[in-house]
Every structure is written in structure tokens, then in C-alpha cells.
């Protein structure tokens, strides 16, 4: 499911959005410092009013898309890294079902998964597994038996198992 070219988007994209979120910033708080430098020399007293503003502003705009733009992607590139180098588990049974609902966990959309390990339906035999929902959906019908490779319980890797 995930390959390397996942990591190189996912590594590219965060520093697409690393830069827009820290140059305004720094641009504002560089802008009010030689405001603050200039308003010193000059002896003026409106330049700390400024200075204090430009950095109110560039601080809040960093902390801000910080959490809603630059987070969510630095999220998935810790998933994906995870995914590609993480200890795998593997797991064998058969696929119950995968719900259709888009679940948040840990801050990333996932679809639940349940995959039955024993040899009857016993519920105490379920696991409970989750497909990133930014994947394609799987082609594999419940009552499958499949293989599971996963990190946590998020799913690595899934593929169908011929019985033996």
C-alpha cells in the first residue's frame, strides 16, 4: 500500500507548507524589529508599538497555520515514515467487514477494519485494524481470508490469502 514515492510527496508537500507558514512570520517579525531598530536611533516612541504589533501578528499567524495547515501533513509524513520503517505485525483471519464511515484517529481519517483471527466467528477473536482513508479503497469481499502487515493497528499492507 505504501510505497516510496509516498514519503518523497508527502516530504515535499510538508516543505511547501513549512514555508508558507514560517517566511510570513519571520518576515513580520524581522519587519518589526528594524521598525523597533530604527524608531531607537531616530528617538521616536511610536516604534515599539509597531514592533509589539508585527510580532503579535506574525506569531499569531504562524501558531495558527501551524495547527490547521502545516500539523495534518506533518501527521501523515510521521504515518507514512511509520508505514515504510515501523516494526510490522503480521496477522492472518478472516475479513469481517470495513465500515464505510470515515473515522478520526490520531489526527489522520481512517476506515475501521475488522478482521476475524479464530477459527469460528467468536467475537473475542476481532481484531480491529485501520486503512488510511487517503488510499484506495480495497477490492476484497468480506468473509476473505487475508494477510495483514501492521504497525499499531494501522494497516501497512492487505492482501487476500489463498486457503490451504
Known amino acids: 500500500m505504501y510505497q516510496q514515492e509516498d514519503r518523497v510527496a508527502v516530504r515535499a508537500e510538508a516543505r511547501k507548507r513549512r514555508l508558507v507558514t514560517l517566511l510570513p512570520g519571520a518576515l513580520l ?6 521598525v523597533f531598530i530604527l524608531c531607537q536611533i531616530r528617538r521616536q516612541d511610536w516604534g515599539w508599538i509597531f514592533a509589539c504589533g508585527c510580532t503579535i501578528t506574525g506569531g499569531a499567524y504562524v501558531v495558527f497555520l501551524h495547527g490547521v495547515y502545516l500539523r495534518p501533513v506533518l501527521t501523515y509524513q510521521r504515518h507514512v515514515d511509520y508505514m515504510l520503517d515501523g516494526r510490522k505485525r503480521e496477522t492472518v483471519g478472516i475479513l469481517q467487514e470495513i465500515a464505510r464511515e470515515v473515522t ?3 489526527g489522520l481519517d481512517w476506515y475501521a477494519m ?3 483471527v479464530g477459527d469460528r466467528n467468536d467475537p473475542e477473536d476481532e481484531r480491529l485494524f485501520y486503512l488510511d482513508a487517503l488510499k484506495p479503497w480495497p477490492e476484497i469481499p468480506p468473509g476473505t481470508r487475508v494477510r495483514v502487515l501492521s504497525n499499531d493497528k494501522s494497516v501497512a499492507e492487505l492482501r487476500a490469502v489463498e486457503i490451504k
Not at 517579525?29 to 528594524?34: F, K, L, P, T
Open 29 to 34: 517579525w524581522a519587519i518589526g524589529v528594524a
Open 114 to 116: 475488522t478482521v476475524n
Open 104 to 106: 478520526d484517529r490520531d
